[in-house]
């Protein structure tokens, strides 16, 4: 596409664009950008790129290091200096562009004051799951009508019960009853169930089970906390682990966030995959970061995310060979 083909296409697209010259400075806004931000940017050329974004000196310094870099970048529910006062947030893509940069700024809708504000994360993972569903469950179904033996038609259950809570899980994080689930949840059938997925693969791990058998239930979405043991494992065997040990503890007294639980729930993933690489440890839990050149780092980001939504914490630590993921969550019920 030519320079005046991509022109024109940008001033018609509703998708907000800008681009920036290498000086950090605005060159172009395209109408959908202005409009979406609500300001009149007759001015704009010429100005900085933070005039657009809430944290001027955060976002010029993350421009900085993507020119630098020449590598592109995704930030995620970034807040935008709206005229009015409004608060305004946006996903926004930037990569390298001629000189300078390609700015591109999808502002993200005003939540519902009903309904629970979801994030970018729990969006992205959303529609990243939902749209394959239909198609695995369909074809789950008919390998389990024509597969012959107990086994066989067990497996292609398993895969029908997987898509039919995630789709479960994608529909409430996308419409209006995208709040948690609570209820009761015995962690050890979650961790069971776990080890079935696993073991179903088709190389599957060794296993080792070290349970506290005095854990209680606990009050939380079974749906999601399951989902966080799922991206804990496959995370760990795809980065090339082929043991895990799945462990839970009771702990008191124990700081998690601004809280001191008085007891407390610890489960581990445990790997001897090769660690975390030293490149990723200080962002690992951020949305679209990916120690893979295939991943699309929601996982961490997404389990974090449930884990807060418990009103519990994500902690790692990791050397070659020995890597443990703990999920802290809070025993006793909110307002106990």
């Known amino acids: 596409m030519n320079d005046l083909a ?28 202005v409009e979406g931000l609500g300001l009149g940017f007759r001015h704009a050329p010429g100005q900085p790129l933070g005039l657009l974004l809430d944290d001027a000196d955060e976002g010029m310094a993350r421009a900085a290091k993507v020119l630098a870099q020449q590598r592109p970048v995704q930030w995620r ?20 562009f001629g000189d300078g940069l390609l700015l591109e700024v999808h502002v993200l809708a005003e939540p519902s004051p009903a309904t629970s504000p979801l994030s970018a994360t729990l969006r992205g993972f959303a529609h990243e799951v939902k749209n394959p569903l239909a198609g695995l469950r369909g074809a789950a179904q008919l390998l389990q009508r024509r597969v012959e033996g107990e086994d066989l038609q067990a497996l292609a259950g398993m895969i029908i019960g997987e898509a039919d809570r995630l789709g479960a899980l994608a529909n409430r994080l996308l419409h209006h009853d995208g709040a948690a689930q609570l209820g009761p949840v ?50 760990a065997l795809e980065a090339g682990a082929r043991t895990l040990t799945l462990r839970t503890r009771i702990e008191h007294g124990v700081r998690v966030g601004e809280r001191m639980l008085r007891m407390a729930l610890r489960v581990d993933v445990i790997d001897d995959g090769p660690g975390v690489p030293v490149a990723l440890r200080d962002t690992l839990f951020q949305p679209l970061v990916s120690g893979r050149a295939d991943g699309t780092g929601l996982g961490l980001a997404l389990s974090r995310e449930i884990a807060h939504e418990h009103d519990g914490e994500l902690r790692y630590a990791s050397r070659p060979g020995h890597t443990v993921f703990s999920l802290y969550l809070p025993m006793e019920r909110p307002h106990d």
């Open 186 to 235: 015995n962690i050890h059938r979650l961790l069971e169930r776990l080890a079935d997925l696993l073991l179903a693969e088709p190389v599957p791990p060794q296993l080792r089970h070290d349970y506290d058998p005095s854990v209680p239930d606990l009050h939380g979405d079974a749906d999601r906390l399951q989902q966080i043991l799922l991206n804990l494992a496959r995370n």
């Open 77 to 96: 529910s970034v807040a935008l200096a709206g005229a009015d006062d409004r608060e305004l947030s946006a996903d926004i893509a930037l990569q390298p």
């Open 6 to 33: 991509w022109r024109t296409w940008a001033e018609q697209t509703a998708t907000g664009l800008a681009l920036v010259d290498a000086n950090l400075r605005l060159r172009w806004l395209n109408p959908a950008l």
